[in-house]
Nanobody, 123 residues
Framework: QVQLVESGGGLVQAGGSLRLSCAAS????????MGWYRQAPGNQRELVGT???????NYADSVKGRFTISRDNAKNTVYLQMNSLAPEDTAVYYC?????????????????WGQGTQVTVSS
């Protein structure tokens, strides 16, 4: 079983910064794409950005230039540095990962979600 655990959410004033972390644990063989999504009340979950195992990144237009995704492959951890936060960034932020895990001699490909962490930006 693979688990993703996010941390780092909270309340911040507009213009401030937060850094989210998401650590994967379990019988992990390798992790391919990792990413961050967010869901505001009444809205669908939307992509914030992704990062490949080699480090290449992709961002939603709404966060380009403000948010940065990075990862530490040795720690199976992905980070989201959020700068210049605005009230419209308020949402529950979820991490996501494509993971190859093992059970004995059998390998499994799976897509996993974290439990989410609340980010609230006050005006």
């Amino acid at each position: 079983q693979v688990q993703l655990v996010e941390s780092g959410g909270g309340l911040v004033q507009a213009g401030g910064s937060l850094r989210l972390s998401c650590a994967a644990s379990g019988r992990i063989v390798s992790i391919n794409d990792m990413g961050w999504y967010r869901q505001a009340p009444g809205n669908q979950r939307e992509l914030v950005g992704t990062i490949r195992s080699g480090g290449s990144t992709n961002y939603a237009d709404s966060v380009k230039g403000r948010f940065t995704i990075s990862r530490d492959n040795a720690k199976n951890t992905v980070y989201l540095q959020m700068n210049s936060l605005a009230p419209e960034d308020t949402a529950v932020y979820y991490c996501n990962a494509d993971v190859v895990s093992s059970r004995g001699m059998v390998y499994y490909n799976g897509n996993y979600w974290g439990q989410g962490t609340q980010v609230t930006v006050s005006s």
